[in-house]
């Protein structure tokens, strides 16, 4: 039994039963409940033993009032995060979470050694864990990002045929499916979801699109029978509600910043976006869904590989017509649903991430070049544009990036080759997040004053790889890189693994290997530098780009095995693309975590 705090006389929450939560099988202690329950599923010590049980939800006694209210995850400080960013007042009602109220302890002088996480390339052995079923699982379990809790914007700054913001501003934490109504999954929301969309949109046409889309679907279903009876069971639990559907953009939302950021959410318009790429956010967002604490959402195969061959069926269909993507909006939406699909494909083990690495992914890039978004650029510098002619330059810029991400992940994860070569991204690098995030025209425009030089060198990723691999490097040059910001060193990095696939499969001189391993250690102090100038707080929210340094030391590690003997014992290194991860984890384990990489010091 818990005893009371002798100022407040409340519970004292101890530390160790607030934040620890063992694996029941190696009792390994971690500091959330999912992802001490995600662990579980494949612990090594596991065996043929069976999950326990899984524990109804019950009241939170650890969350802060306001988190409590709403039933969404809190991390307990006083402030907790999620009432930080919203300013409001964070209070507990239920438990003592003042340290001041504890007794003095004896001061320990010796501080506690820190971890040094630098060569554990922890998340590169997670994400490539054959055991897991999606690698998804990674990027849903960061921290979701509150919506702004203001609502007073104009809705004169909005562009013409948008959404009012003031919806995707919306909080809809307290209606979120946490929990199933029953013992069988559903997608049915239990609670009356208002839909207080601004006057372009109502409910009734909102709800005929998702009529809409699960009609096509359902047409496309009875041509792929081993496909029709898991899609009739989605259609059953209510995947295809409105309300649903809505979740889904709103568990997205607050991911915007971690995944598939080509996406313009103050202009995204549900009603009007073609139903392709409404029906792909549903997925991803469904994909959040599932991973929060106490959900039972499954995002099934059967489903993804409909909604797959729907998106891209009309993608080759516009591939045929030739076309051109500098000025269809409509054809620009067809690719954007196009690579979430090939994002979200190439994280789940089987068939699917072969089928998209040698079907899909190609098809996108051979769109992106047809359609004319091969060096892409703004015309206009974005602290000169206009807010229209900005979204309409930088929806498409980002959208070539994505590929090309999606593309290189395939060629660093599988051993596959790249469709989308280096010297092909010579478009404009993706602007800074806080323009593209701007809500309105007039918050556009005072972002815009505040920007006094837009960055021009390098220009490129193209641009930025060629400097990085030419002979010539000093301050200045290494200096012009830190002003990029990791989420575009981290895309530097990516892009990196076309060249290093080309390297080893191809008769180059050894020279070259010298040339791309110091590419790579230049890039490193670029890294640590960015690193540095951002909070250690802060850097939570850059997604995956935080572990740029693990694919940076995995690199090196690639490039040095390959010019040794051991490398051709490496299934890896063999030039077969292998797509179920188990060879490139095994790499990981042998050669990632031993030898001379010269990776730095990494704090982050």
């Known amino acids: 039994m818990l005893s009371n705090c002798q100022i407040c006389q409340r519970p004292v929450a101890d530390a160790r039963s607030a934040r620890q939560h063992a694996c029941p099988f190696c009792q390994r202690a971690f500091g959330r409940v999912d992802v001490a329950r995600r662990h579980a599923r494949t612990c090594p010590v596991r065996g043929d033993r069976p999950l326990p049980p899984k524990a109804r939800r019950g009241r939170k006694l650890r969350a802060c009032d306001s988190c409590s209210r709403v039933k969404v995850s809190c991390d307990s400080e006083l402030p907790c995060a999620r009432c930080s960013s919203r300013g409001i007042t964070c209070r507990y009602s239920s438990l003592c979470h003042d340290p001041s109220h504890r007794p003095q302890a004896q001061v320990n002088n010796e501080a506690e050694p820190v971890r040094d996480d630098r060569l554990s390339l922890a998340f590169l052995l997670r994400s490539t864990d054959p055991n897991r079923e999606s690698m998804f699982d990674t990027v849903a379990a960061d921290l979701e990002r509150d919506l702004a809790s203001s609502t007073d914007l104009s809705t004169t700054d909005c562009l013409s045929g948008t959404i009012d913001p003031r919806f995707l501003l919306l ?297 990085l691999l030419c002979e010539e490097w000093t301050d200045t040059i290494a200096a012009s890189f830190q002003q990029l910001g990791p989420s575009n060193l981290h895309h530097i990095m990516l892009g990196f693994q076309s060249l290093i696939f080309n390297h080893r499969t191809s008769m180059l001189p050894a020279s070259s290997s010298d040339i791309l391993l110091r590419a790579l250690n230049r890039w490193t102090p670029i890294w640590d530098a960015a690193m540095q100038q951002i909070p250690v707080d802060d850097r939570k929210w850059l997604g995956v780009s935080r572990y740029s340094l693990e694919v940076a030391i995995i690199s090196k590690r690639i490039i040095e095995v390959g010019g040794t003997g051991e490398g051709k014992n490496s299934p890896y290194l063999q030039s077969v693309g292998t797509y179920d991860m188990v060879a490139f984890h095994q790499f990981i384990r042998e050669y990632g975590l031993n030898g001379p990489t010269g990776a730095g010091k990494w704090d982050g």
């Open 171 to 467: 909080d809809f934490s307290s209606i979120l499916l946490y929990d199933t109504p029953g013992p069988q999954n559903t997608y049915d929301d239990t609670v009356q979801i208002p839909l207080e969309l601004s006057p372009s949109i109502s409910a009734d046409v909102f709800a005929a699109r998702v009529s809409s889309i699960a009609t096509q679907l359902h047409a496309l279903a009875a041509t792929k029978p081993h496909l029709k009876d898991e899609f009739d069971r989605c259609c059953m639990t209510g995947f295809f509600s409105p309300g649903h559907i809505q979740n889904t953009l709103d568990a997205y939302i607050r991911r915007r910043h971690y995944y598939a950021t080509f996406i313009h959410w103050p202009t995204f318009s549900p009603d009007k976006v073609v139903p392709h790429l409404l029906l792909a956010v549903a997925l991803v967002g469904t994909s959040y869904l599932q991973y929060r604490v106490g959900s039972t959402y499954t995002l099934s195969a059967p489903l993804l590989e409909l909604s797959e061959m729907y998106i891209f069926d009309e993608l080759e269909k516009r591939l045929d017509s030739g076309i051109d993507l500098t000025t269809s909006s409509e054809g620009v939406e067809i690719c954007q649903a196009a690579v979430l699909i090939v994002s979200l494909q190439s994280t789940h083990q089987g068939g699917a991430r072969e089928r998209t690495a040698t079907f899909r992914s190609p098809v996108v890039a051979a769109m992106i070049r047809r359609g004319g978004l091969v060096g892409f650029k703004h015309d206009v510098s974005p602290s000169k544009a206009t807010w229209s002619q900005f979204v309409e330059h930088e929806t498409r810029i980002r959208l070539v990036t994505w590929a090309f991400i999606n593309d290189s992940l395939l060629t660093l994860f599988c051993s596959h080759p790249p469709s989308i070569t280096v010297k092909e991204m010579c478009g404009s690098l993706p602007c800074p997040k806080e323009l593209w995030e701007a809500t309105s025209q007039s918050a556009f425009e005072e972002l815009q004053r505040g920007m006094s030089n837009y960055p021009s060198f390098p220009s490129s990723f193209s641009h930025a790889t060629s400097i």
